[in-house]
């Protein structure tokens, strides 16, 4: 395919950049960058398109990508895809599937860890719980609510490429995840739902988190919603002190993550 004018498809792609509605309607976002493209590749994200500038030398890594992907390729003139490309080096641009709620895990994992962000406000928090998710072993991220979009190009970058090992999926409430709870339940697997709140009724480090458990981080200001609080089987705390009442949303996310793995490696809440 070649894209020499401002047609349909380039104009598109440019909402895709801009348009979080556009965005989750066509149920795709634009990625930039050798290591992100990389790794959207390496961890099998479905690559509809991957769009290069006409007339140009390749480097070996560009055409190796456009090689395995099984996109299709996408020459367009130089003047439209630098509206598209984040910089004047970039190679490639890929157009990238959303992953939808079918996507989170289903198998009967011991160990699963799901990590729940109710109604972030800020992408670059967002992007920073998916890297920390990443960095601690969770299975998938799900974004709930009137939220930030982990797709937006600030999210993506903050990730530093981590968006791309683990499925990252909006979720419009609590429902949707709980369903999906639900059936893991019902076939066996005893998923606990662990919320957490500076006002918890046990530390962290107390709380028992080796087994399946799905991870509830509220918004930055106001917390959780009363309905994820009802349905969370326990809500711990981190115990602080100094002049700081509370922590921001993606720190105290990471602490407990870590906690999550420590305790995995040691085998319980005390170990």
Not at 13 to 28: D, M
Request: no cysteine; charged share 20%.
């Amino acid at each position: 395919m070649r894209v020499t004018t401002r047609n349909a498809s380039f104009q598109q792609w440019q909402a895709l950049l801009t348009n979080r509605t556009k965005r989750h309607r066509a149920g795709s976002f634009l990625v930039h960058g050798v290591r992100p493209i990389s790794l959207a590749l390496d961890h099998g994200w479905a690559v509809s398109d991957l769009i290069y500038p006409d007339n140009h030398s390749l480097s070996t890594w560009a055409r190796d990508a456009l090689g395995r992907s099984g996109a299709r390729p996408v020459a367009m003139a130089p003047d439209l895809f630098a509206e598209l490309a984040d910089k004047e080096s970039a190679e490639l641009v890929a157009v990238v599937r959303i992953p939808e709620m079918s996507d989170l895990p289903m198998a009967d994992d011991p160990h699963l860890l799901v990590v729940v962000f109710d109604r972030p406000s800020t992408p670059g928090n967002i992007g920073t719980l998916i890297r920390s998710a990443d960095a601690f072993g969770a299975a998938a991220v799900v974004i709930t609510g009137h939220a930030a979009d982990p797709y937006d190009p600030k999210s993506v970058r903050a990730s530093t490429g981590s968006l791309f090992a683990l499925p990252v999926i909006r979720a419009e409430g609590h429902e949707e995840v709980l369903s999906w709870v639900s059936r893991l339940r019902a076939d066996g697997l005893p998923v606990e739902i662990v919320g957490t709140d500076e006002h918890g009724t046990v530390d962290v480090a107390d709380y028992d988190l080796t087994g399946p458990r799905v991870l509830l981080v509220g918004n930055e200001t106001t917390g959780l919603t009363a309905a994820w609080r009802e349905a969370a089987d326990a809500m711990v705390r981190i115990p602080i002190t100094g002049a700081a009442s509370s922590l921001n949303a993606a720190t105290a996310a990471t602490v407990v993550l870590y906690e999550v793995s420590r305790q995995r490696s040691h085998g319980s809440a005390r170990g």
